[in-house]
């Protein structure tokens, strides 16, 4: 299994980006993905988890309103759009995945597959 994150950059604060979860080895209609991100000097934290059939959408409450997690699974990845972009985002994003179907305790993070992350920075 192989996740490649890519998307990030350099945002005002109140812009947007999207960031893309590439998979190879797994089929993303037929698992969990979550995102994760982690800031300098602080703990992971749980972003944002999709399910399988049925499409459960989870969000960390730090993003809940502002981000959507969606996948094509004709491309077999998955997306987060960031809305309304806040210093406090800035962080490397992973995304990861335990090839399960269900996100199940996802925020503890204890997932056995990660992609590099990719740095998002929300700055004026």
């Known amino acids: 299994v192989q996740l490649q994150a890519f998307g990030g950059g350099l945002v005002q604060p109140g812009g947007s980006l999207r960031l893309s979860c590439a998979a190879a080895?797994?089929?993303?209609?037929?698992?969990?993905i979550a995102w994760f991100r982690q800031a300098p000097g602080k703990e992971r934290e749980g972003v944002s988890c999709?399910?399988?059939?049925?499409?459960?959408?989870f969000y960390g409450d730090s993003v809940k309103g502002r981000f959507t997690i969606s996948r094509d699974n004709g491309k077999n990845t998955v997306y987060l759009q960031m809305n309304s972009l806040k210093a406090e985002d800035t962080a490397v994003y992973y995304c990861?995945?335990?090839?399960?179907?269900?996100?199940?305790?996802?925020?503890?993070?204890?997932?056995?597959?990660w992609g590099e992350g990719t740095q998002v920075t929300v700055s004026s």
């Open positions: 990861a995945t335990d090839a399960r179907k269900f996100c199940g305790d996802w925020t503890k993070g204890e997932l056995n597959y």
């Open positions: 080895g797994i089929t993303v209609g037929m698992n969990a």
């Open positions: 999709i399910s399988s059939t049925p499409d459960l959408t």
